[in-house]
């Protein structure tokens, strides 16, 4: 908020003393009736659907997400307003600190000034709770506190499973703390180039896959990480495709080989949905991962490509966005960070490759980090720990069993000696 000037204010009466700052948060508060005064502050708000526009015109009384991730907005505050009007404005997306929001106080004042005064918000997270008082101050922030910190996924494992040692369908578990387990006997139809996902609440899932053609068949993975038997296969059969939560809860397939861009929706329950067209360059040894806390992407692949695609977090798969960094196939992706993701290691024209690229709590894709570990290729990754990652396996001059952490910045590690079978083109996934 720029432009604003005002003083220090106590408020005392009916057991509570606030303290407001010269931005209208609150400093301090005591007194017995705190909590019961500021719930009922925000009694009787009705919140709205989730506001992605640039422009909008709030009405008092509402409560408003609003998702910057892909442009600022400006709010037009009613032209009119009474003594109790409230309106609380809140960061959807977290994206506040890159797309703020801009408040037109309409003819009114805010805070004691005129609205030839810029009102703006700019801190991820933020929710801004206003009242208006009268015509000297008129609208007055009575809260624009953020939440510092994302919630974590706590104790959230990590699992790879099936893959190219020969084709074998054993799995390995990775502990909250990205130790990896050894061998577990597998289960269904042992194959490679597989993808998979987290779905549900604390579920995961294999998809797809190659042994000595192409397959459909998917294999539901317990919150205990127990893996199940076949189930059968839904859409196009395929391998070398991507697998990436959506919408907190659900999941999605998309692309693979032979080279397609079509996709399958996994519902809450684990249950994949038939093909839905294809949106974006066919293609196939893609990579994909979470990112924003309920949207994912699917990126590089094919013959060399770096593109991607941004999926909404009701599934939507949008059209190709210009690529970032090197173009490579048979790489892999996963969250880190709890709303950020990383693209790692691949293979390029010239050979295997190490880098990686991080991605956004908005879904943009960073340049070229300079690789850490064995440069690899048909390599799988998967988060753990809530809000870590970890790269494993892939083919470097044969297959090999190692892998990489990722720290909560994004950061990679150099190779940890691996642990089970040494093999290419499995998949990764969490579950808890």
């Known amino acids: 908020m720029s432009g ?46 989730v506001e992605t526009g640039s422009t909008m015109t709030a009405v008092a009384g509402n409560g408003y997400p609003i998702d910057t991730s892909s442009n600022a907005c400006t709010i037009t505050l009613p032209a009119s307003a009474s003594l109790g009007d409230q309106i609380i404005f809140t960061d959807y997306a977290r994206n506040w600190g ?64 099936y893959g190219w040692n020969a084709a074998v369908n054993m799995s390995n578990k990775v502990s909250t703390a990205g130790v990896v387990a050894t061998d577990t006997t597998g289960v269904g139809t042992a194959r490679s180039w597989i993808a998979a996902c987290q779905y549900g609440v604390g579920k995961a899932i294999f998809g797809y896959g190659y042994a000595g053609g192409n397959h459909n068949v998917t294999n539901l993975v317990s919150n205990t990480g127990v893996i199940s038997t076949d189930t059968t296969g839904v859409g196009v059969t395929r391998y070398a495709l991507g697998a990436a939560s959506y919408g907190s809860d659900k999941g999605i397939f998309a692309y693979g080989s032979p080279s397609i861009a079509v996709s399958n929706l996994i519902s809450n329950t684990g249950v994949v949905a038939a093909d839905l067209t294809g949106v974006g360059t066919v293609r196939s040894q893609v990579a994909a991962c979470e990112y924003g806390g309920d949207k994912g992407i699917f990126g590089y692949g094919g013959g060399y490509m770096s593109l991607t695609n941004l999926v909404s977090n009701v599934g939507v798969v949008a059209t190709d966005t210009t690529g970032v960094g090197t173009a490579r196939n048979a790489l892999a992706a996963c969250s880190y960070g709890g709303d950020k993701g990383i693209f790692g290691y691949g293979v390029t024209g010239g050979g295997d490759v190490s880098m990686t690229n991080l991605v956004s709590n908005a879904g943009v894709v960073a340049a070229d980090v300079t690789g850490v570990g064995t440069a690899r290729d048909e390599i799988a990754a998967c988060e753990y720990g809530g809000d870590k990652g970890m790269f494993g396996y892939g083919h470097s001059s044969g297959n090999v069993s190692l892998t990489n952490l990722v720290s909560t910045a994004g950061v990679v590690a150099t190779d940890t000696t691996g642990v089970g079978t040494a093999r290419k083109g499995p998949g990764g996934c969490s579950y808890n």
């Open 98 to 161: 890159t797309n703020g929001i801009e408040l037109d106080s309409n003819g009114l004042n805010y805070q004691g000034d005129d609205d030839s005064f810029d009102v703006e918000y700019s801190t991820d997270g933020q929710s801004v709770h206003i009242v208006y008082v009268d015509a000297t101050k008129g609208w007055i922030p009575i809260s624009d506190d953020d939440v510092a910190d994302v919630p974590t996924k706590t104790g959230l494992n990590g699992l790879f499973g």
């Open 4 to 49: 604003i000037i005002g003083s220090k204010l106590n408020i005392r009466g009916s057991g509570l003393v606030a303290k407001l700052g010269t931005d209208g948060q609150i400093l301090t508060s005591t007194g017995a009736g705190t909590q019961a005064a500021f719930e009922d502050a925000a009694a009787g708000i009705s919140w709205q659907a």
